[in-house]
């Protein structure tokens, strides 16, 4: 399955691998290089260091550009008072009367300890297309599902501070 980008998400993609190609790679390389000059490197740890180092920004790289050639872009078509990419959401758990507020984001943006659901979660695949005052059901998995209340939906300001997530 393809993942599902937004432009504004491979752009970043796109700024990340320039800079992992001019400045992290000269880095490593140069760290490399500094390493094998001191001498016996069946011990020398900072070699081993400075290849990991090395080898773990050209996979980085390597996995970007596969993100970027194999993703699906979508656009936010929801209309501004409907759950959708980017917006705030607030929801009320009917289970036990607890309200959260979550920022729909695609999944390279995904971070539920600041509040930011993947669209392509169990509770960001039910709440897409809602409005306010909707009673949504999630459905975790096969035995487990509960119901939440759409309290509020809100456009989200344009962020560019939110990091893609690391690999």
């Given at each position: ?41 069946s ?15 050209e ?37 036990d009367?607890?309200?959260e ?7 390279v ?15 960001g ?7 306010c ?19 509020s ?7 560019d ?5 690391k690999?």
């Amino acid at each position: 399955m393809n993942d599902r980008l937004t432009r504004n998400d491979i752009r970043k993609m796109e700024e990340e691998i320039e800079h992992r190609k001019l400045v992290i790679r000269k880095e490593a390389i140069e760290a490399v290089k500094e390493a094998r000059a001191q001498g016996d490197l069946s011990e020398n740890f900072e070699y081993y260091a400075a290849k990991k180092y090395k080898n773990q920004n050209e996979s980085r790289i390597r996995y970007l550009e596969k993100m970027i050639k194999t993703a699906e872009i979508i656009e936010d078509d929801a209309a501004d008072d409907e759950i959708g990419l980017n917006k705030i959401v607030e929801v009320a758990f009917m289970e036990d009367g607890t309200t959260e507020t979550y920022r729909l984001v695609t999944t390279v943006r995904n971070n539920p300890l600041k509040g930011l659901i993947s669209i392509e979660s169990p509770i960001g695949k039910s709440l897409v297309g809602h409005k306010c005052g909707d009673t949504v059901h999630v459905q975790v998995n096969a035995e487990f599902g509960y119901d939440v209340v759409v309290k509020s939906v809100e456009n989200a300001p344009d962020d560019d501070s939110i990091e893609l997530r690391k690999f």
